[in-house]
């Protein structure tokens, strides 16, 4: 008797199939990603890590870097078949508190990231609403946009801290968020009040229920989208794609970190259909790559992110297998050092599908 995690899945790859059905373009080619972290010295060596990963039918690599390791590490990446792309920090930076605190983001209750950030020491995230804070990311992105060979720069943390973490890592940093609490709530910063209230005529520290006051949503899902459009900008301009990792779904991503991406000037997106975090079975990842899919409307692809500690290798080629079913031009993987031979041999067959390949 087939049990219920199996049915489940059966259901979400007939779903896929009724997605295609109703109209819901199916990609002609795939790519397939994985974002990657670790040393990349001495260059053999990582050169040696990325043939594996070409070889078990991965295209693309997104990965961290300078100018100078890009310069000598995207003819490398190309000569062993694959396309580099810059893993790109977008708002959550922490290297100018000290000389420019007032650029940092500041919770309902005050806090500001510079000197007391949510959750971890690190979420140390800008305000997108500064002129300056968007001109200094936009001076990164045409440095790095300027690399030749270069895949694209790919937009991380494009997005407010979480005023709701993902259910299942409420117990980690023992919360309970049933609601917008004000210490995760941002920003409150005396510009982002000042623009608001000049754009609605009232100090969105005064509402009663910021959550509900849709006009204060939307300026925030507004001034991310507007930090998209001027890097988007400036990486096209230069010749340059743009692509970005973002919460699973249009909706989960607006509710959780005022993400509104099925609206952004980019070239592609990189949903984080990380099921585990959401508390959700494996067949949620067709679920939620098919309502990005159909969201976006052909109008860009869309790259399902997997999560690997969360999926031993028979479930990662299940997962591959919904995504795929579900619409998504391929998979991107966090991250390649987590990839075991097991995890590639599951793999391979789905990747390398004849007639199915960039």
């Not at 004000?182 to 509402?207: H, I, N, T, W």
Request: with cysteine; proline share 7%.
């Amino acid at each position: 008797m087939m049990d219920r995690r199996r049915f489940l899945e059966t259901l979400a790859l007939a779903a896929g199939g009724l997605a295609q059905a109703r109209g819901v373009p199916r990609p002609s080619t795939l790519t397939h990603w994985t974002w990657m972290r670790g040393p990349t010295r001495p260059m053999d060596a990582w050169r040696r890590r990325l043939a594996r990963l070409k070889a078990a039918g991965f295209d693309a690599v997104l990965i961290s870097g300078s100018r100078e390791f890009f310069r000598e590490a995207v003819p490398a990446a190309a000569d062993e078949g694959l396309a580099l792309h810059a893993w790109f920090f977008t708002m959550m930076r922490g290297e100018r508190v000290r000389d420019h605190a007032d650029w940092y983001a500041v919770s309902r209750s005050g806090k500001s990231t510079a000197f007391d950030p949510p959750y971890v020491d690190y979420y140390r995230f800008m305000c997108p609403s500064r002129e300056g804070v968007r001109e200094y990311l936009a001076g990164l992105v045409r440095d790095l946009a300027q690399m030749r060979g270069l895949g694209s720069v790919h937009l991380d943390y494009i997005r407010y801290p979480d005023v709701i973490l993902p259910i299942a890592l409420w117990p980690k940093y023992g919360l309970v968020q049933d609601r917008e609490y004000p210490d995760f709530d941002f920003c409150y910063c005396a510009l982002c009040r000042e623009r608001f209230k000049r754009q609605a005529g009232v100090d969105p520290a005064d509402l009663a229920d910021p959550a509900a006051y849709r006009a204060w949503v939307q300026y925030r899902y507004d001034t991310v989208t507007e930090v998209v459009t001027r890097l988007a900008g400036v990486a096209h301009e230069a010749g340059t794609k743009v692509t970005a990792a973002v919460f699973p779904t249009p909706a989960v991503a607006r509710r959780l970190v005022r993400q509104d991406w099925t609206r952004w000037p980019i070239d592609a997106v990189l949903p984080m259909v990380y099921h585990g975090f959401y508390d959700e079975p494996l067949a949620w990842i067709g679920r939620a790559t098919r309502e990005g899919v159909v969201a976006l409307d052909g109008r860009l692809p869309l790259y399902t992110g997997l999560y690997l500690p969360d999926l031993p290798p028979d479930d990662l080629a299940r997962a591959a297998d919904l995504a795929l079913a579900a619409g998504a031009s391929g998979i991107s993987v966090f991250e390649a050092s987590m990839l075991t031979d097991a995890h590639l041999e599951a793999l391979r067959p789905i990747l390398t599908r004849a007639g199915r390949r960039r």
